[in-house]
């Protein structure tokens, strides 16, 4: 069936740092992938997504691209804020449902 | 006023309770879920309702039992739980079909259940 992985957690960066947060997936065909970010006491939003191979998804200075190729859609930012303090979950849809990677939480420092 | 409301935020309650979680979406959406989330393990999908219908029930045990009066409300009512069961219980809903965003789920803030 369907899966989502992503890189084991936690992770702590210091502010302006650059940060990647690997996902990886298995679905037949071509599904719709999804970053979602729950912030701390907050139920998740969506923070980009991409539909098709080759498209790049972008919000708030994070940017993922759908790979075909290596079915991944890594999560980057080149200069990560304090407020980007949260968990953040990689997903696939499939006929209305997500299939979610068991998340990674992310700390910065000042 | 948020898109997706969940009352209660926080509930206690001993295995041999009968307890409500309710849920209600302000955006017009017609698709409506229920999510566990568990530490340490990805969300799971429990239920989906589109148009008030159920359409996906994941294996959910039937100490959990979802009612969607229409399409804007959502419950999941809770019986003879078992201290698993206590986890942060999310609602969502989207808008499905007719030009709606695929994947794109509204989510509230959650209940926190803890069963004792």
């Given at each position: 069936?369907?899966?989502?992985?992503q890189m084991?957690?936690?992770v702590?960066?210091?502010?302006?740092?650059f940060l990647t947060i690997n996902c990886t997936?298995?679905?037949?065909?071509?599904?719709?992938l999804f970053w979602y970010v729950?912030?701390?006491?907050?139920?998740?939003?969506?923070l980009l997504k991409a539909?098709?191979?080759?498209?790049k998804g972008s919000n708030k200075g994070f940017e993922a691209t759908y790979?075909?190729?290596?079915?991944s859609f890594h999560l980057e930012k080149g200069?990560v804020?304090?407020?980007d303090?949260a968990?953040y979950f990689c997903a696939?849809?499939?006929?209305?449902?997500?299939?979610?990677g068991?998340g990674t939480?992310l700390?910065?420092?000042? | 006023?948020?898109?997706?409301?969940?009352?209660?935020?926080?509930?206690?309650?001993?295995?041999?309770?009968?307890?409500?979680?309710?849920?209600?979406?302000?955006?017009?959406?017609?698709?409506?879920?229920?999510?566990?989330?568990?530490?340490?393990?990805?969300?799971?999908?429990?239920?989906?309702?589109?148009?008030?219908?159920?359409?996906?029930?994941?294996?959910?045990?039937?100490?959990?039992?979802?009612?969607?009066?229409?399409?804007?409300?959502?419950?999941?009512?809770?019986?003879?739980?078992?201290?698993?069961?206590?986890?942060?219980?999310?609602?969502?809903?989207?808008?499905?079909?007719?030009?709606?965003?695929?994947?794109?789920?509204?989510?509230?803030?959650?209940?926190?259940?803890?069963?004792?």
């Amino acid at each position: 069936g369907d899966s989502v992985t992503q890189m084991e957690g936690p992770v702590t960066l210091s502010e302006e740092a650059f940060l990647t947060i690997n996902c990886t997936y298995t679905a037949t065909g071509y599904p719709s992938l999804f970053w979602y970010v729950q912030y701390p006491g907050e139920g998740l939003q969506l923070l980009l997504k991409a539909t098709k191979a080759d498209d790049k998804g972008s919000n708030k200075g994070f940017e993922a691209t759908y790979r075909k190729e290596t079915t991944s859609f890594h999560l980057e930012k080149g200069s990560v804020q304090v407020s980007d303090s949260a968990v953040y979950f990689c997903a696939l849809s499939r006929a209305q449902k997500l299939v979610f990677g068991q998340g990674t939480r992310l700390t910065i420092n000042p | 006023e948020t898109g997706v409301t969940q009352t209660p935020r926080h509930l206690v309650m001993g295995m041999t309770n009968k307890k409500s979680l309710k849920c209600e979406q302000h955006l017009g959406h017609n698709a409506m879920y229920w999510y566990k989330q568990s530490a340490k393990k990805p969300l799971e999908l429990m239920f989906v309702y589109n148009f008030k219908e159920q359409t996906e029930n994941n294996s959910v045990p039937s100490r959990f039992s979802p009612e969607c009066p229409n399409s804007s409300h959502l419950f999941l009512h809770l019986h003879t739980l078992q201290p698993e069961d206590s986890a942060l219980y999310l609602c969502a809903s989207s808008q499905e079909g007719g030009g709606g965003r695929v994947g794109e789920l509204f989510f509230g803030e959650g209940s926190r259940l803890t069963v004792l």
